[in-house]
């Protein structure tokens, strides 16, 4: 292409758009080809006077027609007229910018679009313009808090700072970074929730320092560069999703030596033992096993179910002492990788089981660290760690191994990207002295949501001692007083009977007779005792990393389960009595039962159940509960990466679990 105007006149705009200068001389416009992208030049001799590439038109070069004789040009700020000496010439210059626009437009796709698909970009985009969804990863306290106290515990490392907040959402992160003292956030969100974020900015008055940007990360240009950049782009098994590749790719605004929160994430991938999941999904194929199902044979499909069934990887929390072996951890930094390294993720396992068992299939969980100039913070999602929307994944080998205590095993996981944003699953576990091995292929995209709000349960075979003993030499060794043993009348859980009390004695358990601090209120909207911290919100060495191996007692709650309930050798205690509209407060000990129910209250039920009070974490109060204790916890959706669908699983709980070495 070789294209030659002559006579072309030039006008200068101003940023009103008003005439600064008008040129009567007369140059040549030439357009030609320089790496298959057509460049313009305006010239009168050898004096250049005007150069722009068609290639960057809709980024940096915006043209338009002005008239039948005329084209407008926008160039970095500045803006021009070009005046054609007849409409023949204005067209075939016409000609030449909208073949550039369209092969731009058809050849160039951004590094996002060239990795996914239409239709499940179309589905994530329009899940995430949802404010019920935004309010469920919001809603998740352990989430929302860690993230807070990791920048205002390091406002060194924002204040006065260029912020980039990627996939900004709701924009809560960038209200964090601003409240850490940072002076400018790009809030950059692609879905239609940029318009509700643009007007929380507006309603916080910071649109003077928050500009929200509705386009994908990949397809932005930002008038500098930045100083740190923020964003939670973990999905389930962290990479689910592949938000973390467009995370990564924002390292192009980055200014050198810039920071990234979270800066690392931990995949952790563990041994499991669990007959009843394996069964569970195992049976559900016998439903095609029937030969007249209204008359029809479903037999020939039943081995096809089987393989579909086990293919999804399962999405609740379980006890820790279900994996055999301690967990190997896959490690990435997110400063220094690449996005091209998340593309084929290959994980090798080495493992010494430290009990005997069948080995089902593998559990992960993640954990990430924010590590600033003044304090490292972690956020975990361990199964032994306050419950999140994140939950853990287990992945089904096809066929179980049985291992005995010491046994060597061997093996790799293998995670391949899709163009769905999500990940195929490779698992292979082997038994090097035997040659036993089993594996299977998963799909992260289809996940079989398993969680209930049911408290886990622990693994069979775990007790060496009488339970039942080992709980009343504990409970006697505490201070404990059982009956006839002197003192008033008592009811089995070391207090004494109402009925023995003067009228004036507060019937109200000591633990949760202390003062409370209104100043010390727990992110959705629990009360703490001023005498206890939060579980573990904000840790600041990883959790896994640093269990201390020993009991712990349980305590969550759910909608459908009691609240605070004391598991292990934790130490017990009553909650109170309820009345018609609320539960009665939470029991004293190291974890405690729930408030006993009176009237309409089930068991610290009505319409605001009592928690249980505990050291583990104070029992919260949620509206509507059926049964009290534990927070408010995130709502449930059913797609993606982030919580369950409502229709298979509870409003969850966050709860810190029982760990034996």
Same mark, same amino acid.
């Given at each position: ?584 407060? #939470? %029991? !004293? +000990? ?9 009237? &309409?209250?089930? *068991? /610290? $039920? @009505?319409?605001? =159940? #009592? %928690? !249980? +009070? ?9 509206? &509507?509960?059926? *049964? /009290? $204790? @534990?927070?408010? =916890? ?13 229709? &298979? ?13």
């Amino acid at each position: 292409m070789a294209i030659r105007l002559e006579g072309v006149q030039l006008t200068s705009l101003s940023d009103r758009g008003d005439v600064l200068q008008k040129s009567d001389q007369t140059f040549t416009l030439e357009v030609s080809n320089e790496n298959n992208v057509p460049v313009v030049r305006i010239h009168s001799g050898s004096h250049q006077v005007l150069r722009f590439s068609l290639g960057d038109c809709g980024s940096t070069v915006h043209v338009c027609p002005a008239g039948k004789s005329a084209f407008m040009v926008h160039i970095n700020g500045s803006s021009f007229i070009l005046h054609f000496q007849s409409e023949f010439e204005m067209t075939r210059f016409q000609n030449v910018v909208d073949g550039a626009q369209h092969d731009h437009q058809t050849k160039q796709k951004s590094v996002f679009e060239n990795r996914t698909e239409e239709a499940s970009a179309t589905q994530y985009f329009q899940f995430y313009g949802y404010l019920s969804q935004q309010q469920n990863m919001m809603q998740d306290y352990i989430r929302t808090s860690t993230y807070q106290k990791a920048m205002l515990q390091n406002h060194e490392d924002f204040r006065n700072k260029v912020v980039l907040d990627v996939g900004a959402g709701s924009c809560i992160l960038s209200f964090f970074a601003i409240q850490a003292g940072a002076s400018k956030v790009y809030a950059v969100e692609a879905s239609n929730i940029a318009a509700q974020a643009e007007l929380l900015v507006k309603a916080n008055r910071l649109s003077d320092r928050i500009t929200v940007i509705p386009k994908k990360i990949e397809e932005i240009n930002l008038p500098e560069e930045v100083d740190i950049i923020i964003s939670e782009p973990m999905g389930y098994m962290l990479f689910n999703e592949r938000m973390l590749e467009s995370y990564m790719h924002a390292k192009k605004w980055l200014k050198p030596g810039g920071k990234m929160f979270p800066t690392v994430g931990d995949l952790h991938v563990a041994p499991f033992s669990d007959d009843s999941l394996y069964m569970e999904q195992f049976n559900k194929a016998n439903f095609w096993y029937q030969q007249s199902f209204h008359g029809v044979n479903l037999t020939s499909l039943r081995e096809a179910a089987l393989q579909e069934f086990l293919r999804q990887p399962v999405v609740d929390t379980f006890d820790i002492r279900i994996c055999l072996a301690r967990s190997v951890k896959y490690t990435v930094n997110f400063e220094t990788a690449a996005e091209s390294d998340l593309h084929r993720i290959e994980i090798p396992l080495n493992y010494t089981t430290h009990q005997a068992g069948a080995i089902h299939g593998l559990a992960f969980w993640f954990d990430v660290a924010f590590h600033g100039s003044m304090q490292s913070v972690w956020l975990s999602t361990a199964p032994t760690e306050p419950l999140t929307h994140w939950y853990q994944v287990r992945c089904l080998l096809r066929s179980p191994l049985y291992v005995k205590h010491g046994q060597k095993l061997t093996g790799k996981v293998v995670l391949i990207a899709n163009k769905r944003q999500s990940y195929d699953i490779d698992i292979e576990l082997e038994c090097p002295r035997s040659g036993v091995r089993s594996t299977n292929r998963l799909d992260l995209k289809n996940p079989f949501f398993h969680y209930t709000g049911q408290p886990v349960q622990p693994p069979s075979g775990t007790y060496t001692t009488s339970p039942s003993e080992s709980y009343w030499n504990q409970y006697i060794s505490n201070g404990g007083s059982m009956e006839g043993n002197g003192g008033g009348h008592h009811n089995g859980y070391g207090g004494q009977d109402m009925a023995s009390l003067s009228p004036n004695t507060n019937v109200v358990p000591v633990a949760n007779a202390d003062p409370i601090s209104h100043t010390s209120v727990l992110p959705g909207g629990s009360a703490q005792h001023q005498y206890f911290m939060p579980s573990s919100v904000g840790m600041a060495t990883s959790s896994f990393q640093s269990l201390s191996y020993q009991q712990v007692g349980k305590h969550r709650g759910s909608r459908r389960s009691e609240g605070g309930r004391g598991g292990g050798n934790s130490y017990h205690g009553t909650g109170g009595t309820g009345s018609s509209n609320s539960g009665g407060s #939470g %029991g !004293g +000990g190291y974890s405690s039962h729930g408030g006993m129910q009176t009237q &309409q209250s089930q *068991r /610290g $039920g @009505g319409s605001n =159940g #009592g %928690g !249980g +009070g505990g050291y583990v974490s104070p029992g919260n109060m949620q509206p &509507q509960s059926q *049964r /009290g $204790g @534990g927070g408010s =916890g995130p709502l449930p959706n059913q797609r993606e990466g982030r919580g369950p669908p409502p229709s &298979q699983m509870q409003n969850n709980r966050h709860d810190i679990r029982a760990l034996l070495s």
